[in-house]
């Protein structure tokens, strides 16, 4: 039987990547091998229900939703949740998966939309990155860098711009909540000309912290 140790599931408006702005299904599954300055799941961490792929099925099933986001903690830490985004998949949904990009993402069913989040320097695991995830990821995927200061910001900037190839996915630049101003991240995106997607926390504008959501 496969199980999947899970801390939340809840619907909410979709804050964030590709499918800002949909109600959306999300499914939290517990654990994390990686611990980020700013994150703001450390609920994630620990403790979490363990719960049969069935029942998460039903549970999206019962979500009135067509968008289901698997998320975490880092979710590609459990080994089913592999089976559980195929099984999303088969089962019509529109799926997209959160992950730090510290763990293999080519094992992904490519069905799923990938949003992948390269840790910069100011996050504190920068040295986790799996730089080898970005040259599996396709027009349906997205990279995210959430970005601290100018610093990280110059950082992310330099690595785009050294790649010899361009990647095929969107690119998103994020700042942290409460760290970094949006307006200052729009300006220099803009005075770079970057072709990157500015993107800010839909959900925290409208419900701030609020853990569910």
Not at 161 to 171: E, H, M
């Amino acid at each position: 039987m496969t199980r999947l140790k899970v801390t939340e599931t809840f619907v909410s408006i979709q804050g964030e990547a590709d499918a800002v702005g949909w109600p959306t299904l999300f499914i939290r599954l517990t654990g994390c091998p990686l611990r980020c300055v700013y994150c703001d799941t450390q609920y994630s961490f620990y403790g979490g229900e363990w719960q049969t792929l069935e029942t998460l099925l039903d549970v999206a099933r019962g979500s009135g939703v067509r968008h289901v986001c698997v998320t975490g903690g880092e979710p590609l830490a459990q080994k089913d949740c592999l089976g559980l985004l195929s099984s999303l998949c088969d089962a019509g949904y529109e799926v997209s998966l959160e992950t730090s990009g510290a763990l293999d993402v080519a094992r992904v069913d490519p069905r799923v939309s990938r949003v992948v989040d390269l840790k910069t320097p100011g996050s504190g695991e920068q040295r986790r990155n799996k730089l080898e995830n970005l040259d599996v990821l396709g027009e349906r995927d997205q990279l995210k860098f959430v970005l601290c200061s100018r610093a990280d910001y110059e950082w992310a900037r330099e690595l785009l711009r050294s790649r010899a190839t361009p990647l095929r996915g969107q690119v998103l630049f994020s700042p942290v909540w409460g760290q970094l101003e949006p307006r200052l991240l729009a300006e220099w995106i803009l005075e770079d000309r970057l072709d990157v997607r500015l993107q800010v926390q839909l959900h925290k504008l409208l419900w701030g912290d609020a853990p569910g959501r």
